[in-house]
């Protein structure tokens, strides 16, 4: 990779990373809560479909997640670390899976999000926020709420999202990057 292509990746991850910050904080100003209970409707996390266009969009997201949890949302820090690993991983995921589609739709790969965040956010708050001993039932509880917001978002923002950087013909222009 040429160092112009690199200074690209660095800089178009910068972006993704200050749009996923500011998404977040503006949602928290006007709706608060909205975008950090355990049924979130988190409108920043619609950006994971830039995943499905270039990997430059997988370390931005990463850190967006990261800043967002750490600064804007004032996170524990075990929600700091694990969040910002489920962003992660369903970026990571989403981008291997993006040509596995159910009629031209990356249904699997919008999925992602849901399951690790489900997961991880899931157990965070089966351990840390619910009194007793950790319950399997209660953590399936809890992971399927989260992983219900996070479906609600990406079926909704992120398809449309995907949709009108296909119809715009966008996706070419990142792929490169």
């Known amino acids: 990779m040429n160092m112009s292509k690199k200074i690209h990746r660095i800089v178009l991850s910068a972006v993704i990373a200050a749009l996923y910050v500011a998404l977040t904080f503006v949602q928290e100003m006007i709706l608060p809560a909205s975008a950090t209970m355990a049924v979130q409707f988190r409108v920043s996390e619609a950006l994971t479909v830039l995943s499905l266009f270039t990997p430059a969009a997988i370390p931005g997201l990463t850190v967006g997640c990261f800043i967002a949890n750490f600064s804007v949302l004032g996170a524990l820090p075990t929600d700091i670390i694990l969040g910002s690993l489920a962003s992660f991983l369903a970026c990571f995921f989403m981008n291997k899976l993006r040509n596995v589609t ?26 840390f926020f619910i009194d007793g001993p950790f319950n399997f039932l209660s953590f399936l509880i809890q992971a399927g709420l989260v992983a219900l917001g996070e479906l609600g978002v990406l079926y909704t923002l992120g398809a449309l999202l995907v949709k009108a950087i296909k119809d715009r013909r966008l996706g070419k222009y990142l792929k490169g990057v």
């Open 102 to 127: 159910v009629k031209g739709f990356p249904l699997l790969s919008l999925s992602m999000p849901a399951l690790f965040n489900g997961l991880f956010i899931g157990a965070e708050i089966e351990i």
